[in-house]
């Protein structure tokens, strides 16, 4: 059974930065494209970010391109979503499960970490 953990959230104020970071156990992890999600009050949960098995290869939303970064180490099974120039529209619940280039995420979610961003 997948295992995601996230953590990093926080508020933040217009401009600001963070940086997410989830755990993933259960699975074989260099065998899974990851993703971000983000699911905002009152909004569908979208996908924000995507990365590749090998790290190279990774996909935005139009939303954050420019803005956020997504990244994995395969060695300690965990991926990271380095947020820059936020806006208030970024807040939201923020999840990583399986996604992108069309995977479904897993049945499985984590807690998620709550990002605010307001002055």
């Known amino acids: 059974q997948v295992q995601l953990v996230e953590s990093g959230g926080g508020l933040v104020q217009p401009g600001g930065s963070l940086r997410l970071s989830c755990v993933v156990s259960?699975?074989?992890?260099?065998?899974?494209?990851m993703s971000w999600y983000r699911q905002g009050p009152g909004n569908e949960r979208e996908l924000v970010a995507s990365?590749?098995?090998?790290?190279?290869?990774?996909n935005y939303a139009d939303s954050v391109k420019g803005r956020f970064t997504i990244s994995r180490d395969n060695a300690k099974n965990m991926v990271w979503l380095q947020m820059s120039s936020l806006k208030p529209d970024d807040t939201a619940r923020y999840y990583c499960?399986?996604?992108?280039?069309?995977?479904?995420?897993?049945?499985?979610w984590g807690q998620g970490t709550q990002v605010t961003v307001s002055s």
């Open positions: 259960g699975v074989f992890f260099n065998n899974v494209i």
């Open positions: 499960n399986r996604g992108g280039w069309g995977f479904a995420p897993f049945d499985d």
């Open positions: 990365i590749g098995k090998r790290g190279i290869l990774t």
